[in-house]
């Protein structure tokens, strides 16, 4: 496996772990996940101002959101393209919801009370461009035709191993 595909594989289990940490934390608690938060944004949509429209957006852009970052995980970790369109299409929507996609290096630096909440702004959207610039890279390189010379050249090399 080339290193912008171990790159690739990295992001999908970041989504992946994201997941994880989210279900173990709604099971700790006593819910189930997905449907508790879903029936708990229903009550709160229905309690603030009388149903608002735009809370009911936001409540379900953000399940759509936690609900689609398992599937990019997934599709990442198996280094398919619809992969990388998902994690495209999701990262306007985890900036606004603050939904980093290494979550776990926020887990541990919150329960190590380590890291200034302006270095953690920077370090999360760092990540989400960094995480775009390698998906774009990966997605740009894998799209070579098979004559292209470095294909060409990668091919030759790899027979001669």
Same mark, same amino acid.
């Given at each position: 496996?080339?290193?912008?595909?171990?790159?690739?594989?990295?992001?999908?289990?970041?989504?992946?772990? %994201?997941?994880? !940490?989210?279900?173990? $934390?709604?099971? &700790?608690?006593?819910? =189930? @996940?997905?449907?508790?938060? #879903?029936?708990?944004?229903?009550?709160?949509?229905?309690?603030?101002?009388?149903?608002?429209?735009? %809370?009911?957006? !936001?409540?379900?852009? $953000?399940?759509? &959101?936690?609900?689609? =970052? @398992?599937?990019?995980?997934? #599709?990442?970790?198996?280094?398919?393209?619809?992969?990388?369109?998902?994690?495209?299409?999701?990262?306007?929507?985890?900036?606004?919801?603050?939904?980093?996609?290494?979550?776990?290096?926020?887990?541990?630096?919150?329960? #190590?009370?380590?890291?200034?909440?302006?270095?953690?702004?920077?370090?999360?959207?760092?990540?989400?461009?960094?995480?775009?610039?390698?998906?774009?890279?990966?997605?740009?390189?894998?799209?070579?035709?098979?004559?292209?010379?470095?294909?060409?050249?990668?091919?030759?090399?790899?027979?001669?191993?």
């Amino acid at each position: 496996m080339k290193p912008i595909e171990k790159t690739v594989v990295f992001w999908g289990v970041c989504d992946l772990t %994201f997941f994880v !940490i989210y279900a173990v $934390s709604s099971t &700790l608690k006593g819910g =189930i @996940p997905y449907y508790t938060n #879903l029936i708990e944004a229903l009550i709160n949509i229905e309690n603030t101002l009388g149903g608002s429209w735009s %809370f009911a957006a !936001i409540t379900f852009i $953000s399940l759509a &959101l936690f609900i689609s =970052i @398992p599937l990019s995980g997934i #599709l990442l970790v198996l280094r398919k393209p619809s992969g990388a369109w998902m994690a495209y299409c999701q990262t306007p929507f985890r900036v606004v919801m603050v939904t980093p996609s290494i979550y776990f290096a926020f887990v541990i630096l919150g329960r #190590l009370d380590f890291l200034p909440p302006v270095a953690a702004i920077l370090l999360f959207l760092i990540s989400e461009i960094v995480k775009i610039y390698t998906l774009m890279k990966w997605q740009r390189n894998s799209k070579k035709p098979a004559n292209h010379p470095i294909k060409r050249m990668e091919n030759t090399c790899a027979v001669h191993e």
